[in-house]
């Protein structure tokens, strides 16, 4: 099992910045990589950022060259670190760490997600 306790959401005016932070525990050594996933009221949750074991990154369109996700593999942490806000960028902020597994042809993925956290951007 993996537990994820995220921290640094809250409230800022646009173009203001926060810094997520998502800190793992439990069975983190069968994790391939982590990430940030957000839900705004009445859409789909959609992937903000991700980063492998291996440090390689991957962004959603709409975050690019604003967003910055880390790791802190010392801490077992994952920070996120959000500048130039939007208002659009308002929702619930998840954690999300991801086991792949081979299996056969195949591979078994088991998510672990945290609690999440709200971030809200004024206007």
């Known amino acids: 099992q993996v537990q994820l306790v995220e921290s640094g959401g809250g409230l800022v005016q646009a173009g203001g910045s926060l810094r997520l932070s998502c800190a793992a525990s439990?069975?983190?050594?069968?994790?391939?990589?982590m990430g940030w996933y957000r839900q705004a009221p009445g859409k789909q949750r959609e992937l903000v950022a991700g980063?492998?074991?291996?440090?390689?990154?991957n962004y959603a369109d709409s975050v690019k060259g604003r967003f910055t996700i880390s790791r802190d593999n010392a801490k077992n942490t994952v920070l996120l670190q959000m500048n130039s806000l939007k208002p659009e960028d308002t929702a619930v902020y998840y954690c999300?760490?991801?086991?792949?597994?081979?299996?056969?042809?195949?591979?078994?993925?088991?998510?672990?997600w945290g609690q999440g956290t709200q971030v809200t951007v004024s206007s």
């Open positions: 999300n760490a991801r086991r792949s597994t081979p299996q056969g042809t195949g591979v078994m993925i088991r998510d672990y």
């Open positions: 980063i492998t074991s291996g440090s390689s990154t």
């Open positions: 439990g069975s983190i050594f069968s994790i391939n990589s």
